[in-house]
């Protein structure tokens, strides 16, 4: 079993930056696939960004694609989600989210630990 604790979120203007971390602990962090998600208000969770277990390997969803950005470092247990050039409708409550695939998966079912979320905020 594995613990997830996101942190890094908070309020910023549109065009602005945020760095989200998620701290984990438990079992190997190196095994998992690691996954970020975010739920809008009012919305569905949704994909953001996910890493293969050995960093080598990044997927994103489209909408952030160019200004979004996932790293891990496996020697600290951390995963982190750049972001860049915000939106207001990025605005949502990010999860980190870890899963024993071998491949990046894009489906919160696919995830068997989350973390308890951090909010963003963006305003216009």
């Known amino acids: 079993q594995v613990q997830l604790v996101e942190s890094g979120g908070g309020l910023v203007q549109a065009g602005g930056s945020l760095r989200l971390s998620c701290a984990a602990s438990?079992?190997?962090?190196?095994?998992?696939?690691m996954g970020w998600f975010r739920q809008p208000p009012g919305k569905e969770r949704e994909f953001v960004a996910g890493i293969s277990r050995s960093g080598r390997g990044t997927y994103y969803a489209e909408s952030v694609k160019g200004r979004f950005t996932i790293s891990r470092d496996n020697a600290k247990n951390t995963v982190y989600l750049q972001m860049s050039s915000l939106k207001p409708e990025d605005t949502a409550v990010y999860s980190c989210?870890?899963?024993?695939?071998?491949?990046?998966?894009?489906?919160?079912?696919?995830?068997?630990?989350w973390g308890q979320g951090t909010q963003v905020t963006v305003s216009s």
């Open positions: 989210a870890a899963a024993t695939t071998t491949v990046i998966v894009t489906t919160p079912e696919r995830y068997e630990y």
């Open positions: 438990g079992r190997t962090f190196s095994s998992y696939t």
